[in-house]
Nanobody, 123 residues
């Protein structure tokens, strides 16, 4: 069974940090670019970051550049999103997804999605 499972979400104060994990089963993540997305209440889903199958290239949405870092451990079949200097506007459900290709690209190319993990940034 092909599956992505996110973990690591929670409640954190502004300025705090969280590390999200995206564990894959049933397929090897090294054959797929993996993206992180988020959706806040009443807002459209937004692409946050992506990492290529090799891990050689990464992309970030402008609002998280310098604060978030995406990485992958292909031996563990897991992709991570380290989130530092969190802001209230980062509050959302975070999803990971696997593309059909090893390169990052438009959201339409994502085949497999996790169930999401809630991140709440509040004092």
């Amino acid at each position: 069974q092909l599956q992505l499972v996110e973990s690591g979400g929670g409640l954190v104060q502004p300025g705090g940090s969280l590390r999200l994990s995206c564990a894959a089963s049933g397929f090897g993540v090294d054959y797929h670019a993996i993206g992180w997305f988020r959706q806040a209440p009443g807002k459209e889903r937004e692409g946050v970051s992506c990492i290529t199958g090799s891990g050689a290239s990464t992309t970030y949405v402008d609002s998280v550049k310098g604060r978030f870092t995406i990485s992958r451990d292909n031996a563990k079949n897991t992709v991570y999103l380290q989130m530092n200097s969190l802001k209230p506007e980062d509050t959302a459900v975070y999803y990971c997804a696997a593309r059909a290709f090893t390169q990052c690209g438009p959201p339409t190319g994502y085949l497999y999605w996790g169930q999401g993990t809630q991140v709440t940034v509040s004092s």
